[in-house]
């Protein structure tokens, strides 16, 4: 049993193992070639990796060849994939919503496509959740980076020149990400308000110690799945949520914005007449900038400077906490992988009927498989492929689906 582990693309610097997850691999058996400079921009050098037992390929063509596991961070490349033997097992955050021409491909190249983000949210597989590790990381730096921007000090300071009043941090959605961004916002002494649609958020909104903020009428009541995402509200709960919302946040000095939908664009939350009433010098952090953003003029990996003094944010993911964020991503791939392998012949046994499996798969023997993509299911690889880009992160992050 070979496992491959690709690099990506320069702008994703996280690794999709680190060497306590090489090591564990070759405990199950499995030979782990890396391909060359995969971990480098992670803080893990080649011999690092060799150091803990893996092979080191010079590129992804030679690290993919014979491999039954590929993994990555980000989806594969026409390219590599095209390295993959079929019935390869490639695992990755693959984001498939609307990318009906990289599902093709996948099937084409007739791997078994599996995407970490859509692992259940339930008891057994809350190791592999690669949305809640990667979007605790996100909220954590939300609040790092408004800080960073910010030009006044977060907690209250009683000084003999006078006091220092607190600053006041508004976090839109109260997911993984929300809610570690309220913890971080917290631990640095703001006074902290928050968001969401789903009523179970108040409870643990006010546990943080942060002020709950929502129109709460019986629409807010019934807003949540079985499963515990939001639903899109109504356009006429819509508009009263942004009456309150566009008052309050004239009061604040940062926002944090983490509203994600699966499948559909960011939801706008903050347009432009709520940041123009923001004082100048205000901060504003849009964690779901790749699917356009829940903040108007939210430019990706870009800071946005607005004629009235306020500091938009728009760093796309991660990335500049490479290190914790691949170490936390690769455990969660491990945790995945080991229940894929027969412990006792030290072989792939992928039971194709777990649970698990079922919700992660995309592509199985030249067929898009997952039942989420409806008449895309019935495409196989017969049908061309068009190349596209690899997707990016919500992260997201991530991120984390709905809400971050």
Known sequence: MRIAVLSDAPS???VAAVPETVKKYLGLGASVVVQAGAGTAAGVPDAEFEAAGAG????????????????KVRRPS?????????????????????NEAALRAAAEARVAAFAMELMPRITRAQ??????????????????????????????????????????????????????????ARRLG???????????????????????????????????????YAKEMSAEYRRKQAELVASH????????????IPGRPAPKLVSGEMIASMKPGSVLVDLAVERGGNVDGAKADELVTTANGVKIVGYSNVGRLAATASSLYARNLYAFVETLVDKASKSLAVNWDDELVKATLLTRDGQIVHPLF????????????????????????????VTL
């Open 374 to 401: 409806g008449t895309a299911a019935q495409q196989t690889a017969s049908q061309p492929a068009v190349a596209t880009a690899p997707a990016g992160a919500e992260a997201p992050s991530r991120e984390d689906a």
């Open 249 to 260: 946040i004239a009061k604040q000095d940062i926002v944090i914005t983490t509203a994600l």
């Open 127 to 184: 190791v592999m959740d690669v949305l809640s590790s990667q979007a605790n990381l996100a909220g954590y730096r939300a609040v790092i980076d408004a800080a960073a921007e910010y030009g006044r000090a977060l907690p209250m300071m009683m000084t003999a020149a006078g006091t220092v009043p607190a600053a006041r941090i508004f976090v839109m959605g109260a997911g993984v990400a929300g809610l570690q961004a309220i913890a971080t």
């Open 78 to 98: 026409p390219a590599e994939l095209a390295a993959c033997k079929p019935g390869a097992l490639v695992i990755a955050i693959m984001d498939p919503h609307g």
């Open 56 to 71: 080191i390929a010079p590129d992804a063509a030679s690290a993919a060849r014979e491999a039954d596991i590929v993994l």
């Open 190 to 228: 703001a006074v902290v308000t928050a968001t969401d649609v789903r009523p179970a958020a108040k409870e643990q909104v006010e546990s943080l110690g942060a002020k709950f903020i929502a129109v709460e009428d019986e629409e807010f009541r019934q807003a949540e799945t079985a499963g515990g």
């Open 12 to 14: 994703e610097t996280r």
